[in-house]
């Protein structure tokens, strides 16, 4: 096989292996969540046909065989330009949130019955193995925000209804001013669940 065309081989198999593996990684979110149905039917028509095209271009090249008829080259080429048409839709169909960057979701926004603070639970990359929560809390004097991490077992939600005004959480003054109570409500899957949140040192205990 001539050199030019071995390494337009090589580098078109590099090319669509990285769509594949980028593809991979965003429908699992680095391997966190499972794979839904969209993406499971991309990979039926777009994933699966790129492996395919990418063994086959691998196994001939690793067995050395070279193309000596015209229409063995015509092939060669089109199989290139079927892995190269079909790279550019894997990386198109890829969700970078819940890996890359946040996929961040909150329920409404409250108020303290003290008037001190608005506040609202953040879930972070929710039905994800790598979720979490906290909650976000805005002075209503000065504007400040914090955000405070809150140990809510979210692996254990396996589904989640928001309503038109869903309020998972409710918190509550103490007679200390730089402590508050935070329990979720029925609303949230997990209810129940009881936090002493500490304003100054933005640390939460869970209690009960």
Same mark, same amino acid.
């Given at each position: $096989?001539?050199?030019? !065309?071995k390494v337009m081989w090589v580098i078109t198999i590099l090319v669509n292996l990285s769509g594949v593996i980028? @593809? =991979?990684l965003g429908s699992t979110a680095n391997f966190q969540r499972g794979i839904d149905l969209i993406s499971t039917v991309i990979l039926v028509y777009l994933g699966i046909p790129s492996i395919l095209? &990418? =063994?086959v271009s691998s196994f001939l090249l690793l067995k050395k065989w070279s193309p000596s008829r015209w229409w063995e080259v015509i092939g060669v080429f $089109? &199989? $290139?330009?079927a892995m190269l048409v079909l790279t550019p839709h894997l990386y198109k169909n890829v969700e970078t949130s819940g890996w890359l960057t946040e996929k961040? %979701? *909150? #329920? /409404? &926004?409250?108020? *303290? /019955? #003290?008037q001190r603070y608005m506040y609202c639970l953040e879930l972070i990359n929710l039905f994800q193995q790598n979720g979490s929560a906290r909650l976000y809390l805005k002075n209503a004097n *000065?504007? %400040? %925000? !914090?955000r405070i991490a809150v #140990? !809510? +077992?979210l692996t254990k939600i396996q589904g989640i209804s928001w309503g038109e005004v869903p309020r998972f959480i409710k918190l509550e003054p103490t007679n200390d001013a730089n402590i508050y109570i935070l329990h979720t409500t029925e609303s949230f899957p997990i +209810?129940?669940?009881? @936090?002493?949140?500490?304003i100054q040192e933005k640390t939460s205990v869970k209690i009960g």
């Open positions: $096989m001539r050199l030019w !065309l980028w @593809f =991979v095209l &990418i =063994v $089109m &199989i $290139m330009t961040l %979701e *909150t #329920d /409404s &926004i409250q108020q *303290t /019955s #003290d *000065t504007r %400040e %925000e !914090l #140990d !809510l +077992p +209810p129940n669940e009881k @936090f002493e949140i500490h």
